[in-house]
């Protein structure tokens, strides 16, 4: 019995040193404080993002270990307030984030394919490049079949959407080299903004097993430029190849024709706001150095209406964002939109027995043309005149109860530089044109624009190496207003469209409201796909006609004009734009029956400037400091003083 008992005694002793051994293997510190059990445990809180090892990728789920949220509260945080700014939870709510999922991807998908089933698999492998990165790159690396919309539900990789090794695993070579969802990735390495001697690489390797390391492809556009340029092959009526191509989107291209792009003003300067820091990168990591600058993972863009969509169908989506994490992508999206899209300046130009005239000037901030990316977007004007009681004297850009633009022509509405009645109505469109020259929504069929007067950069010309992928089409094109100032130099990023309102017996002063709104899916362009049936069709519509369709203001201005037979004062007939100022030219505009001169031009501490100026019939140009500021220009008008205020950004 004792013989028997010796071998058990020294088995106990062999498994406490072998169980002593592990526990203190799996708790000693990973180049940190913390053991490899800590970390799991750590790592393993309940999240809902997938982890997945590929060939080639992981998912999201293994980047949130580390760029998620820090259970300790000491990285990712903005140390100016204390916020929470890790990339994972500001990503997940994203249209980026959730690009396989979106119902509207999903249904015009399927529109494509049935009207063209034998090319449902090369249609799908193609958009799916862009919106299921790593699952159709994954089949394409490994050299197996390509992937495709059937594969889609069943994919995590798929699923993911465009999610961190997307963007991060693209190949600093080829980047902004290669367009159409053509991806190039190094797979044994992730780049981001810093340089080599500010990271420790092990962490990583440790982790996932990739070299982490500086790529300037990462810090400017060109990481986005392999899916934010599409050039489509055209088929006619019979799913018949032409060897026409079709220019889907050029927003990389739009932001290479542009001063941003020659100004060191990337894409992520406004999609991925930077914090000055430092931010420490990874969590459970606070011995490591903070790092500055930190690109917000924000990627707000415009689309409102789908975000709110995919936050009231996420369950059913499948989404892996809580509504809390929803409100903030669209807070952010609606800031973006409302704040740093676009200029609005209307002028009173004088009156009549029968007439008031009013110009509105638009102003396009973006870095590309607005509205940019999917044909289905636009944006339009409205402008409504009311007598001094309240009453509507003219409206144009209003919507009825499908938000649909009132007044609407079939089959699409023209390009205006002047309007006269309420029934034309200014819209900010491409329309598509098949083989027959037809308008089309089926993207396979598009072969030609037949109208696109979208709203061009600042700085955007007709004689820039890439115009071939970003024509102005249609009667814009020839719109003496449209991407040109008074002077008539091309690349002011704006349009005027003139009112001519029709004010007969309406004495009394008047007051105008110019606004703009965006629709990133107008009720008629889905009038074709909706004339088929699929799951993700009938889903999308069903969604559709449950959401709130309202157009979303961008901006918006108003002004007076006082009654017949009195002149307006002297600080009414002069108009300053644009203003704000970003590159510091402003033209100051008048009547031509005005005698107007510039005095001088003072900063915001009183100080005498002496700065360019050109006059031209009824507008002066002048060029401010550079340096951003608040600016006071004095003016003589018919010998009377006039100031006004400009700023400069």
């Known amino acids: 019995m004792v013989r028997r008992r010796k071998p058990l005694l020294l088995l106990g002793v062999v498994l406490v040193v072998v169980l002593s051994g592990a526990w203190t293997e799996a708790n000693r510190p990973v180049r940190g404080p913390h053991g490899r059990l800590a970390l799991a445990l750590f790592r393993s809180v309940s999240d809902t993002l997938p982890v997945l090892r590929s060939n080639y990728f992981w998912t999201s789920g293994r980047c949130a270990g580390c760029h998620g949220r820090d259970l300790l509260g000491e990285a990712s945080i903005d140390p100016a307030n204390g916020r929470d700014v890790n990339v994972v939870n500001d990503w997940r709510s994203t249209l980026m984030a959730n690009s396989a999922r979106d119902p509207f991807f999903r249904a015009k998908l399927d529109h494509e394919a049935l009207v063209n089933p034998a090319h449902s698999e090369a249609l799908s492998n193609k958009c799916l490049s862009c919106h299921a990165p790593l699952a159709m790159h994954e089949e394409r690396m490994a050299g197996r079949p390509p992937f495709t919309a059937a594969m889609l539900d069943t994919s995590v990789l798929a ?62 556009s060109e990481v986005c430029a392999g899916c934010h340029t599409l050039i489509t092959q055209t088929v006619d009526l019979q799913g018949n190849t032409t060897g026409d191509e079709f220019v889907e989107q050029a927003t ?54 789908m975000l709110e969509i995919m ?76 007598n001094a009681d309240g009453d509507t004297v003219f409206a144009s850009g209003l919507v009825d109860d499908t938000f649909e633009v009132l007044g609407h022509d079939t089959p699409y509405e023209p390009h205006h530089d002047v309007i006269r009645r309420e029934e034309d109505v200014q819209i900010y469109e491409l329309v598509m044109g098949d083989v027959n020259g037809d308008p089309t929504t089926v993207l396979e069929r598009a072969k030609t624009p037949l109208k696109d ?134 033209e100051i505009r008048f009547a031509s029956h005005e005698r107007v001169e510039l005095v001088t031009v003072y900063d915001a501490r009183g100080a005498v400037l002496s700065i360019p100026t050109e006059r031209r019939n009824n507008s002066l140009r002048l060029t401010l400091p550079p340096v951003a500021g608040v600016y006071l220009i004095h003016l003589l008008v018919n010998g009377s003083p006039v100031l006004k205020r400009i700023v400069r950004r």
Not at 207 to 216: L, M, Q, R, S
Not at 458 to 474: C, E, K, P, Q
Request: aromatic share 10%; proline share 6%.
């Open 159 to 220: 699923g993911d959407g465009v999610s961190c090794l997307a963007c991060h695993m693209q190949s600093p070579i080829d980047a902004g080299h290669f367009f159409s969802g053509d991806l190039h990735f190094d797979s044994a390495h992730v780049y981001g903004p810093y340089a080599d001697d500010q990271i420790d690489p092990n962490i990583m390797q440790s982790f996932v097993g990739f070299t982490p390391g500086f790529g300037d492809h990462m810090v400017n």
């Open 252 to 305: 990389y291209h739009e932001w290479k024709n542009s001063v941003y792009s020659a100004n060191d003003v990337h894409c992520n300067t406004c999609h991925m706001p930077r914090v000055e820091g430092p931010v420490i990168l990874a969590a459970e990591y606070a011995f490591l150095p903070g790092q500055t600058p930190f690109g917000l993972h924000h990627l707000a863009g415009a689309n409102v209406h």
């Open 453 to 586: 007067d979208r709203l061009v950069p600042l700085g955007f010309t007709t004689t820039h190496a890439s115009y071939d992928t970003m024509r102005i089409a249609g009667v814009a094109l020839n719109d003496i207003d449209f991407n040109h100032d008074a002077f008539g130099a091309e690349g002011s990023g704006t349009d005027v469209v003139h009112y001519h309102v029709p004010v007969s017996g309406v004495n009394g002063a008047l007051l105008a409201t110019a606004q703009v709104y965006y629709q990133p899916i107008p009720p008629a362009w889905n009038a074709a796909m909706f004339a088929f049936n699929s799951a993700y069709i009938d889903t999308f519509r069903t969604m559709l006609g449950q959401s709130d369709h309202s157009p979303i203001l961008v901006a918006a201005d108003s002004i007076g004009l006082g009654p017949l037979g009195v002149a307006a004062s002297s600080l009414e007939r002069i108009t300053v734009s644009p203003n704000p100022s970003l590159d510091g030219t402003a």
């Open 311 to 386: 936050k009231a169908n996420r369950e059913a989506l499948h989404i892996p964002a809580t509504e809390e994490q929803f409100d903030s992508t669209i807070a952010r999206t609606k800031a973006m939109l409302m704040q740093r899209t676009m200029d609005v300046d209307l002028d009173p130009m004088g009156r009549t027995a029968d007439t008031a005239f009013f110009d509105v000037r638009l102003t396009n901030r973006a870095g590309h043309r607005f509205p940019s990316g999917y044909p289905s977007r636009r944006a339009f004007v409205r402008l409504v005149v009311r």
